[in-house]
């Protein structure tokens, strides 16, 4: 698998699709890799060159000294265009993808097209259960928190009725590098976008899910009532939507994408 040099760090990367398409970046979600875009590749693929990536910490990227900031990942992903030489790219990112997304619609506007904001939120909360998260982490390992994060990937429903799918993303979860994991908890845990989300002006659709108990609707209708122009849809899903409500999640790209 290639990967880019980019400052102190390899970015482990993937194409899929025909070279000469519009390009779509794909930004995985905090405990995840790449792969959990697979059920977007085969849809999306016909019309865009995907590019995925491993976040700094994750997968086959690599796990530098943390604590990280959502700003240093989103200059990865212009580092990233930079050392691939991509001028203008759609971007999606969900929850920790989101938020990247998120500072990049801000800060880097001449770099996007649209911008697809899914399951995320301008603050994740207070900083007490990630501090909790990243203690818990760091005495016992990945497993320890893998259930409990299960619970709010999916709902009951869908981990009752697609096991196979909940059982490949726990294993991907299990499988995070801890220090990798918990670097990316304290960027999760300090982002704040609050004060300048009115300043994006890229097309942005923002997605949220109906069951969602870690960035829930209404904090997707906020992201909705305070970038300027954005779109909301709901998904019957809880926060891993792209992969609970695949089809109804694939559509809603292709159509934004291509209005």
């Known amino acids: 698998m290639p990967h880019a040099q ?3 760090a390899q970015i482990h990367y993937r194409f899929d699709g025909p070279e000469n398409a519009p390009v779509l970046v794909f930004s995985n979600s905090l405990g995840s890799t790449l792969s959990m875009w697979d059920t977007q590749v085969p849809a999306l693929s016909k019309n865009f060159r995907i590019l995925r990536y491993d976040t700094r910490g994750h997968g086959q990227s690599s796990v530098t000294p943390g604590p990280y900031s959502i700003e240093q990942l989103a200059k990865d992903v212009l580092d990233l265009l930079d050392f691939l030489h991509l001028d ?32 995320t939120t301008a603050k994740f909360g207070t900083p007490d259960p990630w501090n909790t998260r990243i203690a818990t982490v760091q005495k016992s390992g990945m497993k320890t928190v893998a259930p409990t994060v299960i619970e709010r990937w999916f709902t009951s ?15 991907m979860l299990e499988n995070a590098n801890p220090e990798g ?5 304290a960027a999760v845990r300090d982002f704040d976008s609050r004060e300048y989300l ?10 949220a899910g109906t069951h969602d ?18 779109r909301y849809i709901e998904l019957p899903a809880a926060h891993l939507s792209n992969i609970e409500a695949q089809d109804q999640f694939n559509t809603a790209l292709a159509s934004f994408l291509s209005s």
């Not at 994991?181 to 908890?185: F, G, K, S």
């Not at 108990?213 to 954005?230: D, I, K, M, R």
């Open 6 to 8: 980019i400052n102190n």
């Open 88 to 119: 203008w790219v759609d971007f999606c990112g969900l929850s920790m993808g989101g938020a990247t997304g998120q500072w990049l619609g801000a800060h880097a506007p001449q770099r996007l097209h649209k911008l697809i904001l899914a399951n």
């Open 157 to 171: 429903s869908f981990r009752q009725n697609h096991p196979a799918s909940v059982e490949t993303a726990q294993q």
């Open 181 to 185: 994991y918990i670097a990316n908890c």
């Open 198 to 207: 009115h300043s994006i002006r890229v097309p942005t659709l923002v997605i």
């Open 213 to 230: 108990p870690s960035t829930t609707p209404t904090e997707g209708q906020f992201l909705t009532q305070n970038v300027p122009g954005a």
